[in-house]
């Protein structure tokens, strides 16, 4: 299976700062790469699929980029509802894999 | 809207069996394929399995295949998983998704439903 890292494993950022998740994948996946948001006691929220496209109703501060085994989950401005886990998935080969996590929180 | 909801979760012996459900609403249930994912008490997230819309074509990860069988019932909208020889490791909140395509091939999830808690203890 194609196993999913994602780093840091806890990122600080303040509120109105910038935040860059990373993905890797230990091999390519094109860009069969998807991004969640889970908050605490609430299912996982799609942000991104096809590496960089947003989801319906997913704000203009999410963005995707990367491609083959390096992926980067950006948020530009950081909103207080923003602080939560995210997850990055591979879709393009079975089993699809999620990574464990990065979890954002405030500084 | 589209919405998905699960149910049947609960406490079930090791080696016992559940059946979980999830009933789909608001998009025209048989053209997309749905996926199972569960998440482990303060753990990530790992998928289950997926059936493609016809229901001709399964597939699971290797840590249930041969425990877990996915179904779906087209004509009553519903996903679901009859899991047979639970373990203790099996416990987890069970999700279930919908795809975006009907084959299941190359499929993020959206959307999730709210998840139901699966036990396996004595």
């Known amino acids: 299976e194609i196993v999913m890292t994602q780093s840091p494993a806890t990122l600080s950022v303040s509120p109105g700062e910038r935040a860059t998740l990373s993905c890797r994948a230990r091999q390519s996946v094109s860009i069969n790469l998807a991004w969640y948001q889970q908050k605490p006691g609430q299912a996982p929220r799609l942000l991104i699929y096809?590496?960089?496209t947003r989801a319906t109703g997913i704000p203009a501060r999410f963005s995707g980029s990367g491609s083959g085994t390096e992926f980067t989950l950006t948020i530009s401005s950081l909103q207080s509802e923003d602080f939560a886990v995210y997850y990055c998935?591979?879709?393009?080969?079975?089993?699809?894999?999620f990574g464990q996590g990065t979890k954002l929180e405030i500084k | 809207e589209v919405q998905v909801l699960e149910s049947g979760g609960g406490l079930v012996q090791p080696g016992g069996s559940l059946r979980l459900s999830c009933a789909a609403s608001?998009?025209?249930?048989?053209?997309?394929?749905m996926s199972w994912v569960r998440q482990a008490p303060g753990k990530g997230l790992k998928w289950v399995s997926a059936i493609s819309g016809s229901g001709g074509d399964t597939y699971y990860a290797d840590s249930v295949k041969g425990r877990f069988t996915i179904s779906r019932d087209n004509s009553k909208n519903t996903l679901f998983l009859q899991m047979n020889s639970l373990r203790a490791e099996d416990t987890a909140v069970y999700f279930c998704?919908?795809?975006?395509?009907?084959?299941?091939?190359?499929?993020?999830?959206?959307?999730w439903g709210q998840g139901t808690l699966v036990t396996v203890s004595s």
């Open positions: 096809g590496e960089s």
């Open positions: 998935q591979q879709y393009n080969d079975w089993p699809y894999t």
């Open positions: 608001g998009f025209t249930f048989s053209i997309y394929a």
């Open positions: 998704a919908k795809g975006p395509t009907i084959s299941g091939w190359h499929n993020w999830f959206d959307p």
